[in-house]
């Protein structure tokens, strides 16, 4: 079983990589290579620095889930319970790949859904920054908009760039994505290592009316994300977005994917992590254990 779990996460890490590779080839070389001037590296070198970013993103999404998922999530696991006055129980699957397939697929999917949330967050941020430095932009409060606009224009990865050349936008353009998608990986991470081997059922949680209050406006905000995504995707393939935008759009796709992947990667350690805590640590509202309901 062992072995199957090793081909598994094998051919996981070499889709992932082969993805990653390909959204930063077509971010590259299909945007500037038409319009390249000077160098004829500097292509190259803007696709090892994107590269390179990525890693970066790895190395963050790695120690994001062991950090976050693994050492600190009890702890704001706890802290939120105390707030909404709920218990959590936690039951370790020893062999959830007999006895919880429902949880292998959940496992599977997250996978996709993990990197598409990453992105999809990343993309909200970056998007509503965008347009907060509009509305900053040209509103009539000088003094305020001008302190908000240092701030706010440094993080706008949608305003037209200083220059379209390859090596130089991806030097500007880098650091601001790496930002945003840590930022972005954050409750993904947290929640990361819950997934696969622990089956969690909360106790005076959430009724379900607010339960649905709250999907319709989570929905809602998905909405926007979406429709704000195809405009720039259809803008790009019909030439009315910015040239620029193709590069952005597919090396934040690639930045995503590298940084779920080292998420993929640490999610077994910080399964581990959890699972110790759980056996040596006295928490008020986390419970190890098992919930059976018993039909009246």
């Known amino acids: 079983m062992n072995n199957l779990t090793s081909i598994r996460k094998a051919i996981t890490i070499i889709i992932f990589f082969g993805l990653i590779i390909l959204f930063y080839v077509v971010g590259v070389f299909l945007t500037f290579k038409p319009r390249s001037s000077g160098s004829e590296y500097a292509e190259l070198i803007a696709f090892i620095l994107t590269f390179i970013g990525g890693l970066t993103t790895f190395v963050l999404g790695f120690s994001s889930v062991v950090i976050l998922g693994g050492k600190s999530s009890l702890g704001l696991v706890e802290f939120i319970a105390g707030l909404n006055g709920s218990k959590q129980i936690i039951e370790i699957q020893k062999q959830p790949q007999t006895k919880a397939e429902n949880h292998i697929r959940v496992s599977d999917t997250s996978r996709l859904y993990i990197p598409a949330l990453v992105f999809a967050i990343t993309l909200a941020l970056a998007i509503n920054i965008h347009y907060l430095n509009i509305t900053v932009d040209i509103t009539t409060l000088?003094?305020?908009?001008?302190?908000?606009?240092?701030?706010?224009?440094?993080?706008?990865?949608?305003?037209?760039?200083?220059?379209?050349?390859?090596?130089?936008?991806?030097?500007?353009?880098?650091?601001?994505?790496?930002?945003?998608?840590?930022?972005?990986?954050?409750?993904?991470?947290?929640?990361?290592?819950?997934?696969?081997?622990?089956?969690?059922?909360?106790?005076?949680?959430?009724?379900?009316?607010?339960?649905?209050?709250?999907?319709?406006?989570?929905?809602?905000?998905?909405?926007?994300?979406?429709?704000?995504?195809?405009?720039?995707?259809?803008?790009?393939?019909?030439?009315?977005?910015?040239?620029?935008?193709?590069?952005?759009?597919?090396?934040?796709?690639?930045?995503?994917?590298?940084?779920?992947?080292?998420?993929?990667?640490?999610?077994?350690?910080?399964?581990?992590?959890?699972?110790?805590?759980?056996?040596?640590?006295?928490?008020?509202?986390?419970?190890?254990?098992?919930?059976?309901?018993?039909?009246?």
């Not at 949680?205 to 720039?232: C, E, K, M, N, Q």
């Not at 790009?236 to 940084?259: A, K, R």
């Not at 959890?274 to 009246?296: A, D, H, S």
């Open 142 to 296: 000088s003094v305020l908009s001008n302190a908000l606009q240092i701030i706010l224009n440094p993080l706008d990865i949608f305003t037209k760039p200083t220059t379209v050349g390859s090596l130089r936008y991806s030097i500007e353009i880098i650091p601001v994505m790496i930002f945003f998608v840590t930022l972005s990986g954050v409750i993904p991470s947290i929640v990361f290592p819950y997934l696969r081997k622990f089956k969690i059922t909360s106790v005076n949680g959430a009724p379900f009316h607010r339960d649905i209050l709250f999907g319709t406006i989570g929905a809602l905000f998905g909405i926007t994300i979406v429709l704000s995504l195809v405009d720039i995707i259809y803008g790009i393939l019909v030439g009315s977005q910015p040239h620029y935008y193709s590069y952005l759009l597919p090396t934040l796709i690639g930045f995503s994917l590298h940084y779920s992947l080292g998420a993929y990667v640490a999610r077994e350690r910080a399964e581990e992590i959890v699972e110790k805590l759980l056996n040596t640590r006295t928490c008020k509202r986390i419970f190890q254990g098992k919930v059976t309901i018993q039909k009246l």
